[in-house]
């Protein structure tokens, strides 16, 4: 039981980190992207190509996935928002949507259709083992994959309260109006959120392939659409409540596997957003949530 | 001059396009050419009955899919255990797909419209997922075989050109019931609503219950075009309606223009064709689609024939003719 709540937690984590992603965004220029999803399946398979062609190092995968998947954020931004920025929110939303097609049919023609895996000897290089603590078993990759969310996520908490850029994407998520009156390079905001959301997303992949060790050019689709829901459940605009829906939902998913629903797994995540949206929109944390969307 | 005599021959270049659709597919060297025809139509009805909400209303659905799902496996479901004849199945179908818009929209779209298109698209991935692990009523990714061809009184179609002509007529009753529907009082509530959300609701259009229609109806002709498809193949699968499926109808409209009734109508069928016509780019068919999206966004937002109105019926003769149809301003703004 318990360790199912860890794999649970783990696979929440990622969640998790993929809403972040997806909250930070919509936060700063309140406007969906359906691209994440494949920003997550590119840095996956950026960390796949350095573990298997350079290097078996897990923070190394990171770091690489870190930095493409940064540039691949600002040039999301780019294309569907930078230059669309006075269209209406579907215009924007047809382009990640136009974006996403485009990533995950380069990466079938890339890597092939077909599920791609770490060889095992390099896998254990990275560290595939497990060990007990008080009679639970848990492999160091649940350990890594907790760890780097949990230090990613007080990383996160500490740039977005305690720094000036912080404050800059506070004050324009706030009303970002009044801060390009004040000075503030509202362009430049919004690229750097989308630059940091496209982060946690790359690294998140990185995890997860590495995790179930499978990468294969659809692996986004699901997960983001999940993590996408999880962000509407911790409200959309609450970086907390992304979290602890993204949590919520990676347990749910891992005891209704222990309790045979294995087969709907996949469905309680839009179950939830679809409820909140009825009962609770401004997400469960509370607050004003899509209250405040721009535009429809 | 009689009125039926006038409006027929105002309708006349319309008329000679029937007639050609009509006239040639029965020579056509390859009865190949003849299916992708039939998809066309699937797809022209399918088109426009998104257009009747991302183009008239002003709602973004991105898991139109769903519907279309609903209308094949509800079709083929009431053929074969319920032992209903096509006609009551088709009809059938689209019923049903319209009450599971009514379950998407009514409680979603009391909210802003940017939720519904959030629960469109969720509704499409646990549709998608329902049908591929229900065992027991889908029958799973093996889908469902041998769903009878379609027959009215007794006569029951067997050849591709057969299916042709029923989707031909399916794609005109299409057409000529939402130029009826936009141009009553349903029609211009939804314009308006689209132009201006709070004008509208002031001059007394119930914005939400018109809303809320506008999803049902067009869900009502997804499961038609659902249905036919079921009866068409004979064989369904969950793989038919993906969430790349509603994607390509966005494509369809994103190209094709949308607001009025030929846009769709021209995007479904230049999307369609022009894989067929370049064999070669076939394999990178989701990268022409995907492509479109971007490059009409970002080029020509309203799509090739959209942002203005074309009516079905170009003059009357009297030249009294009345555009009913607004620019699509609020929805795709031109540039200034």
New interface residues.
Partial sequence: MFEQLINGLTQGSVYALLALGFTLIFGTLRM?T?AHGEVYMIGAYVGFEIIRLLHPNLLLALAAALAATAILGIAVEL?AFH??RN?????????T??????L???AQKVWGPETQAVPFSLLDRLGNFEFQVGGVYITFLQVAVLGVTVLLMLLLYGIINRTKLGMVIRATAQDYEAAFAMGVNVDRVYMAAFAIGSMLGGVAGVLVGVYYNMFYPTMG??YG?KA??AS?VGGLTSLPGAVVAGLLIGVVETFSVEFGAS??R??FS??F??LI??FR?GGLLGGKG??Q?RG? | MPRTLRSLLANVPYLLLLALLAAVPPFLPNPYHVQVLVFIGIYVILALSLNLLNGYVGLLSIGHAAFYAVGAYASAKLTLELHLPWIAALVGSGAIAGAFGYLVARPTLRLSGIYLTLVTLGFNMILFLVLQNWMGFTNGPLGIMDIPPPSLFGYGIRSRLGYYYLILALAVLTVISMHRLMTCRFGRALTAIRENELAAEATGVHTTRYKVQAFVVAAFYAGIAGSFYAHFMNFISPDSFTINESFILLAMLAFGGQGNLIGPVVGAAVLILVPEVFRPLQEYRMFVYGGILIVMMLVRRQGLLGGRPYSLRLTRFDGTEKKVYARGDKFFPEEK
């Avoid at chain 1, 269209?87 to 924007?92: E, F, G, K, R």
């Avoid at chain 1, 949507?97 to 485009?102: A, H, N, T, Y």
């Fill in positions: 969906v359906f294309l230059y669309l269209a209406p929110h579907a215009t924007s939303l047809l382009v949507i136009g974006i996403s097609i485009l995950v049919n380069a689709g699901l659409l996408f829901s509407v087969n709907f996949h469905i839009f179950v957003m679809i949206l009825l929109p899509m209250a969307a429809d």
